[in-house]
């Protein structure tokens, strides 16, 4: 029975993951103005999933909704404000430089867990944090001084509050959270439109969108990225925090390898260098937790 349910939390998050890997790539391709494009991602999110939910549900979505509680209202702020910063980075520097910070999120978990939760850390996560921290520094070395260096402070930013998200769905893992996914779309948009507003851009960027922007925007934002999101929400639940993260670095090693092909937007060095690094402390790291978890116990 625990073998099944493990399987099945295999076939959850990898399916999640493989959904989410192309992402970097179809946010280029829709080449749309930042917030423009958000707003239309977060509303198309949001009722995907909440479509999905009743469906799967049989009946009214909003009792799931409700029931979340506070819980669910933090893990919708976490998420909405992170997916903003996340789509934002990416016009701002280089797709792998987004994905290298998203890689560093195991090990920031693992610190959140430690200052929220009180989760007890071990070495092995001590230094996996000092590895992402080197790494960090490393990739931030090459825009210092550079516009990029706003992207990468988003992408950081995204990690860290991506992170706090992982954290609320494990200290509340006997809430349904999945609706909580739904309702930051619907907070990301309202952001946005607060930001289209404040910046004077207005409506202008909806007029400049053609047939492609709108084609590759609904493939990714109405499909993709909600079976992405629910399937990666559900998988903490089914597999342990530690296996989901090392499944999660699946999409930091095979986004940019899209973005290349199909672009051909070659990672600068010093990413390609700081990734190494954050890749190999994290993995070693979700490596040797999981050999922990499966020793067997002493006589």
């Known amino acids: 029975m625990a073998s099944d349910r493990r399987l099945l939390g295999y076939a959850v998050a990898l399916s999640g993951v493989a959904l989410f890997t192309p992402d970097a790539l179809m946010i280029r391709l829709a080449d749309a103005e930042p917030f423009t494009y958000i707003l239309i991602r977060s509303l198309l999110v949001a009722g995907a999933l909440t479509l999905g939910i009743a469906l799967f549900a049989r009946a009214s979505p909003w009792p799931l909704f409700r029931r979340m509680g506070r819980p669910g209202i933090w893990a919708g702020l976490l998420n909405g404000v992170s997916s903003l910063c996340f789509v934002f980075a990416f016009s701002h520097t280089a797709a792998a430089n987004v994905l290298v910070y998203i890689a560093a999120q195991p090990a920031l978990v693992g610190a959140i867990a430690w200052l929220v939760i009180r989760e007890p850390v071990g070495r092995s996560t001590l230094f996996a944090m000092l590895g992402t921290a080197v790494g960090i520094g490393i ?25 706090s998200w992982f954290v609320v769905l ?14 930051s779309g619907l907070i990301t948009a309202g952001l946005c439109l ?27 934002c109405g499909l993709m990225v909600p079976l992405a999101l629910g399937l990666v929400a559900i998988a903490p639940r089914l597999l342990p925090a530690a296996e989901v993260s090392l499944l999660m670095l699946i999409e930091v090693v095979v986004g940019p390898l899209w973005v290349w092909a199909v672009l051909g937007e070659v990672p600068p060095t010093a990413t390609l260098i700081g990734g190494t690094v954050i890749l190999l402390s994290v993995g070693t790291h979700a490596a040797l937790r999981l050999r922990h978890r499966r020793a067997p116990a002493p006589a």
């Open 139 to 163: 990739v931030v070395s090459h825009s210092l001084g550079t516009p990029s260096l706003l992207g990468d402070g988003a992408a950081l930013m995204a990690a860290l509050l991506s992170a």
């Open 194 to 220: 607060i930001l289209l507003v404040a910046t004077g851009t207005g409506w202008s960027g909806f007029a400049a969108l053609g047939w492609s922007n709108i084609g590759w925007t609904l493939l990714n």
């Open 170 to 183: 494990r200290r509340h893992a006997e809430v349904d959270l999945v609706p909580s996914v739904a309702l």
